[in-house]
């Protein structure tokens, strides 16, 4: 299993990028992907989910409703994180990692460690 982020980087307040998350080894549309971060200091958070399915029903936390849009291509085993608007407060370095396609936990973007996770794309944002 892998899943490798990419599309991090330096930008400027109001900017905006998109982060993918390419994910190999198992069955895509057996899971849902959540995108997580966690800045210097901080716990990890969760940013936003998207069951990959038919229903492909996403999740987003508060701080980023509005300015972030997830969205899967399932045809590449893909998903992707629009994030426009970007913060200073959005500086962190992001992951992806795999969660249980039903059940609470993408809802509600709850973590595991005994997910599989990415090794994180780094996004500086500056003011």
């Known amino acids: 299993v892998q899943l490798v982020e990419s599309g991090g980087g330096l930008v400027q307040a109001g900017g905006s990028l998109r982060l993918s998350c390419a994910a190999s080894?198992?069955?895509?549309?057996?899971?849902?992907i959540g995108w997580f971060r966690q800045a210097p200091g901080k716990e990890r958070e969760g940013v936003s989910c998207?069951?990959?399915?038919?229903?492909?029903?996403?999740y987003y936390a508060e701080s980023v409703k509005g300015r972030f849009t997830i969205s899967s291509d399932n045809a590449k085993n893909t998903v992707y994180l629009q994030m426009n608007n970007l913060k200073p407060e959005d500086t962190a370095v992001y992951y992806c990692?795999?969660?249980?396609?039903?059940?609470?936990?993408?809802?509600?973007?709850?973590?595991?460690?005994?997910?599989?996770w990415g090794k994180g794309t780094l996004v500086t944002v500056s003011s």
């Open positions: 080894g198992f069955t895509f549309d057996d899971y849902a």
């Open positions: 990692a795999t969660l249980p396609q039903y059940g609470s936990r993408c809802p509600t973007m709850t973590s595991d460690d005994r997910d599989y």
């Open positions: 998207i069951s990959i399915s038919d229903d492909g029903s996403t």
